[in-house]
């Protein structure tokens, strides 16, 4: 079946443009996530969502940077006014997880929107 | 302050041989350790995992070790393939169970 998917799969930007990026799940999936990779790093957690709400943001790195997951499938990852430093891979992942009971389902990862901010 | 540390940045190995790769956590709240592999322009692909209860967990090629004592897990690959040649990065999660915590991540070299 398809797995993750994500677009663009490059953007680049200007200081102080909006940007927004989409992340399509791999159907059924509940659990949504998304990581920001900057060069050199591993991924890092900034947003996870149980269908359509925000379960844990405490990633987001400060208010320019938005999420939303209106119908508990495709997801948007919005940041304001973008700086230089905001420029990294961003990273959507899904699993069919409900944290019920048990270990974590593995998360499947998509390629990534490489973002550029000049 | 980094809670999973990969210190090898990159690794070469040759066909056949054993590849080892570490990482170490500071965290003891950490209960299931994961392995991503990563091709460059692909997201990471989930290879194997080791829930906090076992030491030991193979998968055909793939072994992860845990020694919660010592707060460090080991993937081995044996024997090492050339299309092995990726970076692999170690990631935990722990408490709240969907958060994971990565690496920096080590890339792996399989020479022909």
């Known amino acids: 079946g398809a797995g993750v998917s994500q677009t663009p799969s490059n953007k680049v930007t200007e200081k102080g443009k909006y940007v927004e990026l989409r992340c399509d799940p791999i159907?059924?999936?509940?659990?949504l996530y998304w990581y920001r990779q900057s060069l050199g790093q591993g991924p890092e957690f900034l947003i996870y969502f149980q269908g359509t709400g925000a379960a844990d943001d405490s990633g987001l790195p400060n208010d320019r940077f938005f999420a939303v997951r209106p119908e508990g499938s495709v997801s948007t990852l919005k940041i304001q006014r973008t700086e230089r430093g905001d420029s990294a891979v961003y990273l959507c992942a899904s699993s069919p997880d409900d944290f019920t009971s048990g270990p974590p389902d593995t998360q499947y990862f998509g390629p990534g929107t490489r973002l550029t901010v000049l | 302050d980094q809670q999973v540390k990969q210190n090898s940045p990159s690794l070469s190995v040759q066909e056949g041989r054993i590849s080892i790769l570490n990482c170490d956590y500071t965290n003891s709240m950490f209960d299931y350790f994961l392995w991503y592999k990563k091709y460059p322009a692909e997201g990471p692909t989930f290879l194997i995992s080791i829930s906090s209860i076992k030491d030991k967990n193979e998968d055909g090629r793939f072994t992860v070790f845990l020694n919660k004592s010592a707060k460090h897990l080991s993937l081995h690959i044996v024997p090492s393939q050339p299309g092995d040649s990726a970076v692999y990065f170690c990631a935990t999660s722990g408490g709240s169970n969907y958060k994971l915590t990565f690496g920096k991540g080590t890339l792996l070299t399989v020479n022909p």
């Open positions: 159907s059924g999936h509940t659990a």
